[in-house]
């Protein structure tokens, strides 16, 4: 594919965007278009809003941090409410867009590496072994929406469900819950457009479960209304959970182009929750990942990424994720080797103690 500012032909343009990183991060005036043109493309074939409505005389939706005003009949940018005569319709604290299914023990996590299912660590309080937690499981909870548009995602799947009818309840899921259920995991999609439901899921299963090990965490984009978040950070520290971000891009013109929005907010709760880290420390609070998308997350990004939350806190575990071709970005090849151990040398440069590569299966 032929970058169309610089000229340059590459393997790792995507043609969905048809920009290379470096003109989206040098000439981002010059790259708006193509980017507008590719998620206006991605988000239509799903009837599914461009960009976060912000109609002056909509209805606010506050449930994330894209914070929606939604007009007169139309949909918010996760397609899950809409306006309908001033007030919005869609799912609520007590019902969601979801499914789930038990995970068995250790399981392909972002954290599996540091977090007590997969190592035991927070024993005995936090975890039922020493080591993995074999014969216990994860209660997986996929949600049907996104506050992002990864134009790479790897759960794309779920943009066709979000318009089902099909909803369930809190006491659905915590009717599902085993006594080898050691923890749930909220992921998708995203938890974020649904989180008044998994708060209260979380509440009523740590209800049920009083007394026995229940860890709640997380895997999301970090996209999340600050109150709600403190109430995750709640639930997690008190559970043993872990939060997860996966932190797709540190140039926010290149993390526009990537995922459609902004990451401020989503750096900005990242800070927010690094500040409980001291909280509990025997079981790490906040883990970072970053998928290495070729031609587009390089050194330089994850350099800068590692920065970050090296100024934070060094020990924050980072988790460096091989991709897979998918969605709009099928025509990329897989992540090199050689990429991502350039990758993970720049994170241990920047500061970073505690730095993995994940999904080595998928590295050419």
Request: overall charge neutral.
């Amino acid at each position: 594919m032929r970058c169309n500012i610089c000229g340059r032909e590459d393997k790792s343009i995507s043609e969905i965007l048809s920009v290379c990183a470096d003109c989206i991060r040098s000439f981002p005036k010059e790259a708006a278009p193509f980017i507008i043109r590719a998620h206006e493309r991605s988000r239509g074939e799903f009837k599914l809003p461009p960009f976060p409505p912000k109609d002056p005389e909509g209805v606010k939706c506050g449930i994330c941090a894209n914070e929606c005003w939604i007009p007169e009949g139309g949909k918010g940018y996760c397609g899950l409410r809409e306006n309908s005569g001033g007030k919005l319709k869609g799912p609520s604290s007590n019902h969601a867009k979801v499914s789930w299914y038990l995970d068995p023990l250790p399981t392909n996590c972002v954290a599996d590496w540091v977090c007590p299912a997969g190592t035991g660590c927070g024993y005995p309080r936090y975890a039922y072994k020493r080591g993995p937690e074999y014969g216990y499981y994860n209660l997986a909870v996929f949600f049907h929406a996104c506050s992002l548009n990864c134009l790479f995602c790897q759960n794309w799947h779920f943009r066709k469900l979000t318009f089902e009818r099909e909803v369930k309840s809190v006491d659905d899921l915590v009717d599902c819950l085993t006594p080898q259920v050691s923890c749930i995991c909220y992921f998708g999609g995203d938890p974020s457009p649904q989180m008044p439901f998994a708060i209260r899921a979380s509440e009523e299963a740590l209800k049920l479960k009083k007394g026995e090990i229940l860890r709640i965490c997380w895997e999301t984009n970090g996209l999340m209304n600050g109150d709600l978040l403190k109430e995750v950070i709640r639930l997690s520290l008190e559970s043993g959970g872990c939060i997860k971000f996966d932190l797709k891009a540190w140039s926010e013109d290149l993390h526009i182009a990537l995922t459609g929005i902004s990451n401020k907010k989503i750096l900005e709760n990242f800070g927010l929750v690094a500040q409980y880290i001291k909280d509990r420390p025997e079981v790490p609070l906040l883990i970072a990942s970053t998928l290495l998308v070729p031609g587009y997350i390089d050194e330089e990004e994850v350099s800068e990424i590692a920065k970050f939350i090296a100024d934070i806190n060094t020990e924050i575990p980072y988790r460096l994720l091989a991709f897979y071709p998918h969605f709009y970005m099928k025509d990329l090849p897989l992540t090199s080797k050689e990429q991502a151990y350039k990758c993970y040398d720049a994170a241990k440069r920047a500061g970073l103690k505690n730095v993995s590569v994940g999904n080595v299966h998928l590295l050419k």
